[in-house]
């Protein structure tokens, strides 16, 4: 198995513009997760979605991150207008889960700078 | 929610030493503690993991222990080798969505 897939895996742009990062999950994981990881704050859950359905989004700092899963092997997360202050690497993770806690399985990450 | 403390937040063993990395979680709901690590430039991997109804697991050179009473798991790792250095973490969840992750132990291994 390939393992989670992200895209890209560095990411350099200006504030102002718009970035979209891109996972593709273990295939046969049910449940896809979005993290971002800083210094400050460490590993924070941004978004999880199960069955490509949106679950929880209480993590997302605010209406400029949105996310969206169309099928069961794609999702992207997309900051819009980006900030210096949103720098940081993203990781997707996926896992197959049903009752109760899965395993959760990290992709590479993309480590995102805005200037 | 649940909140998870690690310490230490450094670590620096001799080759062939044992390290030991601990965690406290406040929520008593928790059942699942996953241990995570992460070398430079890579994404965390799950090296072991313990649910509540077992109080230690062994893998070879790494082993957790859990003590549900105290609400506290430790990672212990038994002849380090230098390629044990990296970044480790530690998780707690009651479900899926709610994994809340320690601010992490950098594992230095010196040859």
């Known amino acids: 198995d390939a393992g989670v897939i992200q895209s890209p895996r560095h990411e350099v742009t200006e504030m102002g513009q718009e970035v979209t990062l891109r996972c593709k999950p273990i295939?046969?994981?049910?449940?896809l997760f979005w993290y971002r990881q800083t210094m400050m704050r460490g590993l924070e859950l941004l978004i999880y979605?199960?069955?490509?359905?949106?679950?929880?989004d209480s993590g997302m700092p605010e209406d400029r991150f949105s996310a969206k899963m169309p099928n069961a092997s794609f999702s992207t997360l997309k900051i819009q207008p980006s900030e210096p202050r949103d720098s940081a690497v993203y990781f997707c993770?996926?896992?197959?889960?049903?009752?109760?806690?899965?395993?959760?399985?990290f992709g590479p990450g993309t480590r995102l700078t805005v200037t | 929610g649940e909140n998870v403390e690690q310490h230490p937040s450094t670590l620096s063993v001799q080759e062939g030493d044992s390290a030991v990395i601990k965690c406290t979680y406040s929520?008593?709901?928790?059942?699942?503690f996953p241990w995570y690590k992460q070398e430079l430039g890579k994404g965390p991997q799950l090296i072991i993991d313990?649910?509540?109804?077992?109080g230690e697991k062994k893998d070879q050179r790494i082993a957790v222990t859990l003590n549900k009473t105290a609400k506290h798991f430790s990672l212990h790792i038994t002849e380090t080798q230098p390629e044990d250095s990296a970044v480790y973490f530690c998780?707690?969840?009651?479900?899926?969505?709610?994994?809340?992750f320690g601010a992490g132990t950098r594992l230095t291994v010196k040859p």
């Open positions: 993770a996926s896992s197959n889960s049903g009752r109760g806690s899965g395993v959760q399985y």
């Open positions: 295939s046969g994981h049910n449940s």
């Open positions: 979605f199960n069955n490509n359905v949106p679950i929880d």
């Open positions: 929520d008593s709901a928790s059942n699942y």
């Open positions: 313990i649910r509540s109804n077992v």
């Open positions: 998780a707690a969840s009651i479900r899926e969505n709610d994994m809340r």
